[in-house]
């Protein structure tokens, strides 16, 4: 059985047994959590591969699956004592960022002035948890790149009045070439979190040091040469091709 709608997913899931697929966008709804386990137990294919789809997801994953890539000393705070467990490490870092997670276009993000001061904040109890924490990288350049199928393309997002580049914050998109160095960066995040195609945004230091910050199956694609529409094209292309060599597999 290969299933392409979650509507369908969940009305036929307890019927699903091993070998069985579900390609598309898994959407997980709160309380859902079990449905990752029982799918790796089971034996059922998810496409993308569901270690993608979660790590897509979640901040947190990208920080404990992918944390070698990101700026080092990230960690995820649990709760205070997490804050509190790292504060040798940060002695050396005056500013520090902090990531909400499932928060995007960087409504989750802020930037303070040492973890210090974030754990003076989580200690009143008015910021939840789990959330990432970094060092905050001073004068980073803030590189998106786009990887799907036989196209990859560079651009450099730019905003001089905020640290958050986000184009949907009063940033501007600058096309730069993809250097070697970039493209194979980022193809081995890629194949860490086995993601078949991916948005990626990257730090570049003022060392021309390489970082990952966030990927993503999804994301905003403004400054973008291919657009959100062609890469839709593409990504439903790739599910409808691997769709079909699992019904060949299957004959």
């Known amino acids: 059985m290969i299933i392409r ?37 089971r034996g059922i294919i998810v496409f993308p591969p569901l270690s ?9 994953f990208q920080a404990e699956i992918l944390g070698g890539f990101m ?23 005056t500013q520090v960022v902090c990531k909400r997670d499932r928060k995007h ?8 002035d040492s973890l210090e001061s974030l754990q003076s904040l989580a200690a009143m109890e008015t910021l939840p948890f789990p ?3 970094q060092p905050f990288v001073p004068n980073a350049r803030d590189i998106r790149v786009v990887i799907i199928e036989d196209y990859c393309e560079a651009y450099e997002k730019i905003n001089p009045y905020s640290f958050r580049k986000n184009l949907a914050h009063g940033g501007t998109a600058h096309k730069i070439k993809l250097t070697p160095e970039l493209d194979s960066f980022c193809r081995r995040v890629m194949a860490r979190g086995e993601f078949p195609y991916a948005i990626l945004d990257i730090l570049v230091d003022e060392s021309d040091r390489l970082y ?23 990504k439903k292309s790739i599910n409808n091709a691997y769709a079909s060599s699992l ?5």
């Open 5 to 41: 709608k979650i509507n369908e997913f969940r009305g036929k899931f307890s019927q699903l047994q091993k070998g069985d697929a579900f390609v598309g966008n898994l959407v997980l709804r709160p309380g859902e959590e079990f449905i990752p386990v029982d799918i790796i137990n």
């Open 131 to 133: 959330f990432v924490v």
């Open 105 to 112: 276009l960087g409504l989750g993000l802020s930037r303070w």
């Open 212 to 234: 990952l910050s966030e990927i993503t199956l999804t994301g905003g694609l403004t400054g973008s040469r291919l657009g959100q529409e062609e890469f839709r094209k593409r």
């Open 71 to 93: 700026v080092e000393d990230t960690f995820v705070a649990y709760k205070n004592k997490d804050i509190m467990r790292n504060m040798p490490r940060f002695a050396g870092h």
């Open 52 to 60: 993608a789809q979660l790590l897509s997801r979640s901040k947190i």
């Open 247 to 251: 019904g060949k597999s299957h004959l």
